[in-house]
């Protein structure tokens, strides 16, 4: 299971850490991305972080602005985002890659499993 938290509501230029935390599996072997959906939009792939070397990647439109690491010892990956804009405003997934352990595009149905999402407003 995957649990998102640190979602909310934030005045354009700000920020927020957005956590995921799993229970009954270890998220040491896997690839974990973080996506997001906002209304009338498909979901799209945010970034991602590789289980072996920690190499991350980013959409365009968040490089720059959004961080994603990860702590094995507490089995949370993180996605700090900074200088937030209106069009960053979603929901946000993140999700363990069940067939790579590094990360090569975002593609859905390679994460196998999922959170519940937290919403994340901008807006002043």
């Known amino acids: 299971q995957l649990v998102e938290s640190g979602g909310g509501l934030v005045q354009p230029g700000g920020s927020l850490r957005l956590s995921c935390a799993a229970s009954?599996?270890?998220?040491?072997?896997?690839?974990i991305g973080w996506f997001r959906k906002a209304p009338g939009k498909e979901r799209e792939g945010v970034s991602c972080i590789s289980a072996t070397d920690g190499n991350t990647d980013y959409v365009d439109s968040v490089k720059g602005r959004f961080t994603i690491s990860r702590d094995n010892a507490k089995n949370t990956v993180y996605l700090e985002m900074n200088s937030l804009k209106p069009e960053d405003t979603a929901v946000y997934y993140c999700?363990?890659?069940?067939?790579?352990?590094?990360?090569?595009?975002?593609?859905?149905?390679?994460?196998?499993?999922w959170g519940q999402g937290t919403q994340v407003t901008v807006s002043s």
């Open positions: 009954g599996f270890t998220l040491d072997y896997y690839a």
């Open positions: 999700a363990a890659n069940s067939i790579r352990s590094v990360c090569s595009g975002y593609v859905s149905h390679e994460y196998g499993y």
